[in-house]
């Protein structure tokens, strides 16, 4: 396999997208979870605890805004922002600022998928590598894709759709 190199920078409106889809992929349930308490502790007769479970309901997505903004937004955050260097290599991924490449194996990876106009490249738990992919041309994107399908697999769909369709197979 051919290495494949550019530079790019992470965008705060991209970050912030990509936080608030795995936010509100991770709490998927909670907001159907929380919608029928509120429906059958009003149904039973229990108004406090229907108007806590619709008061909670409408202010997940308030909180998640404002969690999500934290972190975009706070100013221990502005390094992250800066031009960083990736080159793809048969060993793993180097990437890092100028002067400070790190590597990650490609055995080091358990996953991968693509989130708003980004790669996330999942090491451990929730730990992920975050590669932009807006400025890319056409052909290196489709390049990338390909490299991390050799290396890491083909990437993981789990949206309810996506969950749904490898069970109709």
């Known amino acids: 396999m051919s290495d494949l190199t550019f530079s790019v920078a992470l965008s705060r409106k991209g970050y912030r997208r990509v936080l608030t889809r795995l936010a ?5 349930f909670a907001v159907p979870l929380l919608g029928a308490i509120g429906l059958f502790s009003s149904a039973s007769g229990a108004t406090r605890a229907g108007l806590l479970s619709f008061a909670a309901l409408l202010g997940l997505p308030i909180a998640i ?11 221990g ?28 194996e490609w055995g080091e990876f358990k996953r991968w998928r693509e989130v708003a106009d980004h790669v ?4 451990k738990g ?32 789990r949206s309810l759709i996506g969950r749904f369709r490898r069970r109709s197979r």
Do not use: C, M, N
């Not at 509100?24 to 998927?28: A, H, K, Q, T, V």
């Not at 805004?65 to 100013?75: A, D, F, I, N």
């Open 65 to 75: 805004y404002g969690l999500v903004s934290w972190q975009v937004y706070r100013p």
């Open 120 to 123: 996330l490249l999942f090491v």
């Open 24 to 28: 509100y992929e991770r709490l998927r």
């Open 77 to 104: 955050r502005s390094p992250i922002f800066a031009h960083l260097e990736y080159r793809t290599t048969d060993e793993g991924l180097v990437f890092g600022p100028r002067g400070s490449l790190r590597i990650v």
């Open 126 to 157: 929730s730990q992920y590598v975050l590669i932009p992919t807006h400025s890319l041309t056409p052909d290196e994107r489709d390049d990338l894709i390909s490299l991390l399908t050799v290396y890491i697999g083909s990437p993981k769909d």
